[in-house]
């Protein structure tokens, strides 16, 4: 598992360091401060390869240097200090084989997938033909490369042998349905188009219908995805440690890019728990170890896991801008109550939860309840006016309303 990341001259600040926790691990922050960034750097230190592209340090006088530490297979840690070199534009490895820090897998936003098998691309730098690890575009993943045959291929052909693979298959999608009301259910393999062959895996939608997994929603598709590159990156580890004669992964990471993205809320909230317990649906066993680092926007998401929160092995990271400078530290955990507290924490930083028109008005009407009304702006100059832009940006059951009512009486009344 991924300990911790310390950054010199590389990335958005001249230094940042994180210490991960053991299980859950949410990084939260503004666009652009470094969300990507650290998951990046987090896949080429457990792995020794770039999912994207190579990070590129701040420029010269600057020394850059990337520390990481992760525990390995066999339970000790496993740290090094890389360095970059600007003439070879690589960042320095430690020779031989890296320590194994267990199955890594790396959800991209854009809906590409990249995964390390310890079984399968444990290397030396002299070994010939080995992968260093298996990278997947979103259109690879359904279609499918030299590596694989995709998702469209593959499915359908799990769905006709109806084996191991096929039951993997529809545990995981079941464990990762947006709920019991609503459960990903495989359908009939089914024709799309006149001149296509192929047969095309679908889904059951709860209005009765079986839809083509390709012409499903972006959600649907995105976590079917997922589901797919699970059992095939599975099935393929087991292959390979029945060949090599090794034991299968106990450990597995996990890291996501904007776990929310596409999602609707309902599945927000259940996505998290869901992945928690994916690896036991996949595997039928209680022992395989699971950590989860993920970029996340949606206060839904961090609402959701306030029941099973532990902070002895989960955390909140955020990255913040505090006078010109990118800063990274853990968020003391408290429990928030519902999406608008986590909106109005520190961790999303939002004054309100409202549209900002609303936010405005409510302002204003707290400036000219405690008698501040020099500052306040033309439009909103006088009671009646900010009354009718409470009228117009409030729903009628907003919780201001009962405050800004008795205020106005007692302002007609003569005594405010």
């Avoid at 840690?77 to 194994?100: C, L, M, Q, V």
């Avoid at 405005?360 to 009646?384: F, H, N, T, V």
């Avoid at 009718?388 to 009962?402: C, S, V």
Wanted: glycine share 6%; charged share 25%; net charge negative.
């Amino acid at each position: 598992m991924l300990e911790s990341l310390r950054f010199k001259n590389v990335g958005p600040a001249p230094s940042l360091e994180i210490d991960f926790k053991e299980r859950l691990n949410f990084l939260a922050g503004d666009n652009g401060l470094g969300k990507t960034f650290l998951l990046d750097v987090a896949w080429w230190a457990l792995t020794r390869t770039w999912a994207r592209r190579l990070v590129v340090p701040h420029l010269p006088p600057a020394e850059p240097s990337i520390y990481y530490k992760y525990r390995t297979k066999a339970g000790r840690s496993h740290e090094y200090t890389s360095t970059f070199d600007r003439k070879r534009e690589s960042w320095s490895i430690r020779p031989g084989r890296p320590a194994i820090p267990g199955m890594v897998i790396y959800a991209q936003v854009d809906g590409g997938f990249s995964v390390w098998d310890p079984a399968r691309n444990y290397w030396k730098k002299d070994d010939p033909g080995r992968p260093e690890s298996y990278l997947f575009s979103a259109k690879e993943v359904w279609e499918g490369n030299d590596l694989c045959e995709g998702l469209i291929r593959d499915w359908a052909s799990w769905q006709r042998e109806d084996g191991e693979a096929f039951e993997q298959l529809k545990s995981v999608l079941n464990v990762l349905s947006p709920s019991h009301l609503e459960q990903l259910i495989p359908g009939e393999l089914r024709k799309v188009t006149l001149d296509d062959p192929k047969r095309y895996p679908t889904l059951k939608m709860p209005y009765g219908e079986d839809v083509a997994l390709i012409h499903a929603s972006a959600g649907m598709r995105r976590i079917a995805a997922l589901a797919y590159l699970l059992v095939w990156t599975w099935q393929e580890h087991l292959a390979a440690c029945s060949l090599i004669g090794d034991a299968p992964a106990r450990e597995v990471i996990f890291l996501i890019d904007e776990i929310e993205a596409h999602l609707h809320p309902q599945w927000q909230r259940s996505i998290v728990p869901a992945l928690i317990d994916v690896m036991e649906a996949l595997t039928g066993e209680h022992s395989v170890s699971v950590q989860l680092i993920t970029a996340t926007h949606s206060p839904l998401v961090l609402a959701s896991i306030e029941p099973f929160f532990e902070e002895d092995r989960d955390g909140v990271f955020l990255l913040d801008l505090q006078d010109d400078s990118v800063t990274l530290r853990e968020q003391p955990w408290a429990k928030q109550g519902d999406v608008v507290g986590w909106l109005v924490s520190e961790t999303f930083g939002l004054r309100q939860g409202r549209s900002l028109d609303a936010e405005r008005a409510i302002e204003a009407a707290e400036a000219w309840m405690r008698g501040d009304k020099q500052d306040l702006p033309d439009e909103l100059g006088s009671q009646d006016a900010i009354h009718q832009e409470l009228l117009r940006t409030l729903a009628g059951h907003d919780p201001f309303w009962p405050r800004w009512i008795v205020n106005r009486e007692q302002a007609d009344g003569g005594e405010a």
